[in-house]
């Protein structure tokens, strides 16, 4: 089932100067896709344009089978949540705590059951000490930390992060994509991440690549992280595990373990005791 149609999208912030060329593409209900590209590639501005934040010029857009257009956009900014890549964008309330509420009360969660969610998801994103904080005065890690537990506090049916972890440290980044990761697997919750993280991309189901407000790769990263050359040429990079069997094939050895670090490791294993 799709989730999301993008359909010939156009759009310029100035009408000389197209942002987004045709875009089209379409994401799998409970899939989990990332968009990458280089800087200014146009990946924030489609986010946008997918919650209706931004109006396109020409093209669609269908979100959970609905035609986005002026009457349903808040019906399905309830159904979607969004992370964006810069968090001072993103908090209304005076506390951690009044942020987290905010969004729970705009999906009719009832207030005796409020503050139990905000204590589970803040424990969750390891925030928990920062409850009475003020938002504005937290790190930009700790800021990113408190959005994605708005968001996932919210239980959405899709969400769109947008580098919602670019500010967090490698050990933070880790435990919060694991955290991602298990609330994907127990249900039904579609997730675009757009990310310059590679290794998050070769353990999605679908990438789709940016370039210059193209669509220019789409499909299963095991096919298209083989494309190393136009991968490079568009400012990105490949996964470890892909460099290393490069580099293995150099030297006379063939391994052909897809693109995780654990596909690898498992084919090596292999190997060394079949020898
Ligand atoms: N508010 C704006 N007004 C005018 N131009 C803008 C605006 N926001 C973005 N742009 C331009 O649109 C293009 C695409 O920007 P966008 O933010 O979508 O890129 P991106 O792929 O998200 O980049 P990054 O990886 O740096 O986040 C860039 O050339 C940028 O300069
Ligand atoms: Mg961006």
């Given at each position: 089932m799709e989730k999301v149609k993008v359909e010939n999208l156009c759009f310029a912030y100035d009408p000389n100067t197209p942002v987004i060329q045709s875009v089209s593409f379409t994401v799998e209900a409970g899939s989990y896709t990332t968009i990458i590209g280089h800087n200014g590639s146009g990946k924030s501005t489609i986010?946008?344009?997918?919650?209706g934040l931004l109006a396109a010029n020409s093209g669609k857009i269908w979100m959970n089978d609905l035609l986005?257009?002026?009457?349903?956009?808040?019906?399905?900014?309830?159904?979607?949540?969004?992370?964006?890549?810069?968090?001072?964008?993103?908090?209304?309330?005076?506390?951690?705590?009044?942020?987290?509420?905010?969004?729970?009360?705009?999906?009719?969660?009832?207030?005796?059951k409020m503050q139990a969610i905000i204590e589970d998801y803040a424990q969750r994103v390891g925030m928990q000490d920062f409850l009475n904080s003020e938002p504005t005065k937290l790190s930009g890690?700790?800021?990113?930390r408190v959005a994605i537990a708005g968001v996932l506090a919210m239980k959405p049916q899709m969400i769109i992060f947008d580098e919602a972890t670019s500010m967090l440290?490698?050990?933070?980044?880790?435990?919060?994509n694991a955290l991602i990761q298990e609330i994907h697997a127990q249900g039904e919750l579609t997730i675009i991440s757009i990310t310059h993280d590679i290794e998050e991309v070769a353990k999605s189901d679908h990438v789709i690549v940016l370039d210059q407000g193209k669509v220019v790769l789409d499909g299963h990263p095991n096919e298209i992280l083989q494309h190393e050359k136009e991968l490079i040429q568009l400012?990105?990079?490949?996964?470890?595990?892909?460099?290393?069997?490069?580099?293995?094939?150099?030297?006379?050895i063939s391994v052909n373990a897809g693109t995780t670090m654990e596909g690898m490791v498992a084919e090596l294993c292999q190997l060394h005791s079949k020898s």
């Open positions: 986010a946008k344009l997918m919650i986005l257009n002026e009457d349903n956009i808040y019906e399905i900014r309830n159904k979607v949540g969004i992370v964006f890549q810069n968090p001072d964008n993103q908090f209304i309330g005076a506390t951690v705590a009044d942020d987290i509420a905010f969004g729970l009360e705009n999906h009719q969660v009832a207030s005796e890690g700790q800021k990113q440290d490698p050990q933070g980044k880790a435990e919060i400012k990105l990079d490949i996964p470890f595990a892909l460099k290393f069997q490069h580099e293995l094939k150099k030297n006379g």
